[in-house]
């Protein structure tokens, strides 16, 4: 399994911003997608932003206009940078990576960052 290793959450004011960095153990040229997912208490955890390892993009909707996911190749990280931050994107921000068909598709989850946003 890929471990992955979150930093960036913390707190902001509505309408500010915050960026979240995941470290992959591994070459992410090995990963076939990598990403964030979020949850918030007492609620399902969500998908947020996924970047397959073809570039493609998996936004949700709540988000598409105001967070971007980017990847650094070189340095085995993705990014989730998040802009006009509002009070219900407050929630635990999970790194997500799940690898190809020679490494059965497995899944990795980072440890979390915790994400205020006060109004």
């Known amino acids: 399994q890929v471990q992955l290793v979150e930093s960036g959450g913390g707190l902001a004011q509505a309408g500010g911003s915050l960026r979240l960095s995941c470290v992959a153990s591994e070459s992410i040229f090995n990963i076939n997608a990598m990403g964030w997912y979020r949850q918030a208490p007492g609620k399902q955890r969500e998908l947020v932003a996924v970047?397959?390892?073809?570039?493609?993009?998996d936004i949700a909707e709540s988000v598409k206009d105001r967070f971007a996911i980017s990847r650094d190749m070189a340095k085995n990280t993705a990014y989730l940078q998040m802009n006009n931050l509002k009070p219900e994107d407050t929630a635990v921000y999970y790194c997500?990576?799940?690898?190809?068909?020679?490494?059965?598709?497995?899944?990795?989850w980072g440890q979390g960052t915790q994400v205020t946003v006060s109004s």
């Open positions: 970047i397959s390892r073809a570039g493609s993009l």
């Open positions: 997500y990576a799940k690898q190809g068909p020679l490494y059965g598709w497995a899944e990795s």
